[in-house]
């Protein structure tokens, strides 16, 4: 039984204030919610705050991002060791818009994911394809390749303590949700994907949907048999909204 997990990405969106409200909000329907994991991935100059007004709760914390180097003279960027001085458990690696905007290839995705790995951090891989892929019918060539990438790197072992999540790039911040059964149908291809190499880790793998999740379809979304959560983008930043998130990952 995979216990589901749903985590925000903030994205660049937060001030001091703003995520003090937030937090506070989130932390007080936490009881709601028991039962599910629950993280949200903040960005850097926000690590600080988010750690010390967590302390002591059931959420998690997450960076966006990671340095694929350790230590170095890597101007502007941020060492996975870093992030776990800040109480970081989780750091998305391979955001499609980290792809699109910043030019990340397969290859330094994965760097990315042994990188998190070796620092201590549970790396949430994003795979997806985009509407003209999807079109194309090269969806599972495309997220096949992405999460092929990362396994022909760290090797199938390297799954045991990490998520991956399933986010078609035509569902990002569109409002167009994929339907349960278009999610389920690449979960599945994934999970299969990964037991070929693996049976026990394909089983344990969280494997998250993300791409417009919201209050209202994320109950069915999470009803699918391998999904097992979510990766929420808007919706996070709305306390009621993505505590109602956490809430149907729950089973409430
Ligand atoms: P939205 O939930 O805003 O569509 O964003 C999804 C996402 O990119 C999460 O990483």
């Not at 230590?71 to 792809?99: K, N, P, Q, W």
Request: aromatic letters at 6%.
């Amino acid at each position: 039984m995979r216990t589901k997990l749903v985590a925000g990405n903030w994205k660049m969106h937060g001030s001091l204030a703003a995520n003090l409200r937030l937090l506070e909000a989130l932390k007080a329907a936490a009881r709601e919610f028991a039962g599910a994991r629950c993280a949200v991935c903040v960005p850097f100059p926000y690590l600080q705050q988010a750690h010390a007004a967590l302390a002591g709760t059931e959420i998690a914390l997450g960076a966006q991002n990671v340095s694929e180097h350790d230590a170095g003279a890597y101007t502007g960027e941020v060492a996975g060791a870093m992030l776990r001085d800040f109480g970081c458990r989780y750091v998305i690696v391979g955001h499609s818009e980290r792809r699109t905007h910043y030019a990340e290839r397969d290859a330094q995705v994965a760097a990315k994911f042994q990188a998190a790995q070796r620092a201590g951090l549970i790396p949430i891989l994003c795979v997806g394809e985009t509407l003209a892929e999807r079109d194309n019918a090269e969806t599972d060539a495309v997220v096949g390749r992405q999460l092929g990438a990362v396994l022909d790197a760290a090797g199938v072992q390297s799954l045991r303590d990490a998520v991956v999540a399933y986010e078609p790039v035509w569902a990002i911040g569109t409002g167009r949700t994929a339907t349960p059964t278009q999610a389920q149908t690449v979960h599945e291809f994934l999970r299969a994907a990964v037991a070929r190499q693996d049976a026990d880790i394909a089983a344990r793998l969280t494997i998250l949907y993300g791409g417009s999740v919201k209050p209202a379809n994320a109950a069915e979304l999470f009803a699918m048999a391998d999904v097992d959560g979510g990766l929420i983008g808007g919706a996070s930043l709305v306390a009621e909204d993505f505590a109602s998130i956490c809430k149907a990952a729950a089973g409430r």
